[in-house]
Nanobody, 126 residues
Framework: QVQLVESGGGLVQAGGSLRLSCTAS????????MGWFRQAPGKEREFVAG????????YYADSVKGRFTISKDNAKNTVYLQMNSLKPEDTAVYYC???????????????????WGRGTQVTVSS
């Protein structure tokens, strides 16, 4: 059984930084993509960033490009999301997701991810 556990959320002022972590367990992930999604109140869940476990290809939503960086530590089975220059509109519950992907390096649809963490709240005050 795959388990994803997020951590690192919290309250930060606009312009500040946070680093989210997602530790995965339960299987090997060499053929998997790992993604970060977020969902703000009253809005649909949206793709934020993703990384290919093998090879490290990355992809970002336009709204976070240049501010957020996704990375991974294979030895720790952990994926990180470094969030800089945070804005109030980044406020949301952030979810880590994992999905086996053989065609698309980093799926941007949540349909491409089978396993999900429980989420961590990020609140950016103005």
């Amino acid at each position: 059984q795959v388990q994803l556990v997020e951590s690192g959320g919290g309250l930060v002022q606009a312009g500040g930084s946070l680093r989210l972590s997602c530790t995965a367990s339960g299987r090997t992930f060499s053929s998997y993509a790992m993604g970060w999604f977020r969902q703000a109140p009253g809005k649909e869940r949206e793709f934020v960033a993703g990384i290919r476990w093998s090879g490290g290809s990355t992809y970002y939503a336009d709204s976070v490009k240049g501010r957020f960086t996704i990375s991974k530590d294979n030895a720790k089975n952990t994926v990180y999301l470094q969030m800089n220059s945070l804005k109030p509109e980044d406020t949301a519950v952030y979810y880590c997701a994992a999905g086996e992907s053989w065609v698309i390096a980093v799926p941007t649809s949540d349909l491409g991810y089978r396993y999900w963490g429980r989420g961590t709240q990020v609140t950016v005050s103005s």
